[in-house]
């Protein structure tokens, strides 16, 4: 079974910039499309930023001009840039694709704390 695993996340203040990775255990994010997602406390999981296999990215308003999606083949890694923090970018940080997504296979996530 495909493991997700998302690391970088951490406590910045408002204004700080943060990276987080996610690290698949297979090849997988090369021929698929992948998201990041977040879950704030009491609130439902959304999507933030996408990118496809051919590289084409996609943000949700609230992020836009701040975070950048980018991708690692090679790597099997895609990761998160966050710049211009605010509190409200406070959540669990999670990256998947839609295929595990609609199979309910997630990672652990990881903690992005936004406070001074």
């Known amino acids: 079974q495909v493991q997700l695993v998302e690391s970088g996340g951490g406590l910045v203040q408002p204004g700080g910039s943060l990276r987080v990775s996610c690290a698949a255990s297979g090849s997988i994010f090369s021929i698929y499309d992948v998201g990041w997602y977040r879950q704030a406390p009491g609130k439902q999981r959304e999507v933030v930023a996408a990118?496809?296999?051919?590289?084409?990215?996609n943000y949700v308003d609230s992020v836009k001009g701040r975070f950048t999606i980018s991708r690692d083949n090679a790597k099997n890694t895609v990761y998160l840039q966050m710049n211009s923090l605010k509190p409200e970018d406070t959540a669990v940080y999670y990256c998947?694709?839609?295929?595990?997504?609609?199979?309910?296979?997630w990672g652990q996530g990881t903690l992005v704390t936004v406070s001074s």
């Open positions: 990118i496809s296999s051919g590289g084409s990215t």
């Open positions: 998947n694709t839609p295929a595990l997504v609609a199979a309910g296979v």
